[in-house]
């Protein structure tokens, strides 16, 4: 095996668990935490003349404070397709349209939504996880090939204790992300 089938099969281990790691991220900014957050509609796709278009392309979102999200197109024709794509994304907010902009007041969550919420994290902490440890075998089987059609099998244990070290940094920072969360989650 040479240094460049090692290096490919590292690189591409970290990139497996870099996306999983990734998604993560955007899933639990996606998550209320009673606070206004622009990233829980950025994500929405509006009908823009006819095509889907992500919300921050066709106005501007921000937060006038700590529970109120202001999202304020750019063209007034565009309040009644955002307003529909924020019901459709069903964010358990009610849109309020005052015919210049729209008012998302987030509600304080109660002692029960919270818990539901930090379930809802460790559920995605686990998913990731189970998304690293796919790369982890991924990577740990390509090795075995190598190791089966000759390469050196001290170099094949090396490899696999590389990897599996790369696995358990993931982990770790995916467990960081969910305890950083569920703070943020139960801090009333």
């Known amino acids: 095996m040479t240094q460049e089938e090692i290096d490919l099969i590292m690189e591409v281990a970290e990139e497996q668990m870099d996306k999983a790691l990734t998604h993560l991220k955007i899933e639990l900014s996606k998550i209320t935490t ?3 957050n622009p990233a829980m509609v950025t994500g929405l796709s509006v009908n823009y003349y ?5 919300l921050s392309q066709v106005a501007n979102v921000s937060t006038s404070d700590a529970r109120t999200i202001v999202i304020q197109p750019w063209e007034k024709s565009m309040l009644g397709p ?3 794509s924020i019901f459709e994304a069903n964010l358990g907010v009610t849109p309020m349209n005052d015919g210049i902009i729209i008012r998302l007041s987030i509600p304080p969550l109660t002692e029960e939504r919270r818990k539901d919420l930090v379930k809802r994290s460790a559920g ?14 991924d990577a740990i089987e390509e090795i075995k090939k190598a190791v089966k059609n000759g390469s ?14 790369l696995a358990k940094k993931y982990i770790a920072l995916s467990d960081e992300l969910i305890k950083v969360k569920e703070k943020d989650i139960m801090t009333v």
């Open 124 to 137: 995605l902490g686990e998913e990731t996880k189970v998304g690293i440890r796919g790369g982890r075998r």
């Open 152 to 165: 050196p099998e001290d170099l094949g244990k090396r490899m696999e204790e590389d990897i599996d070290n």
């Open 34 to 36: 009673g606070k206004a």
């Open 82 to 84: 955002i307003e529909k």
């Open 50 to 54: 006819g095509s889907p278009t992500p």
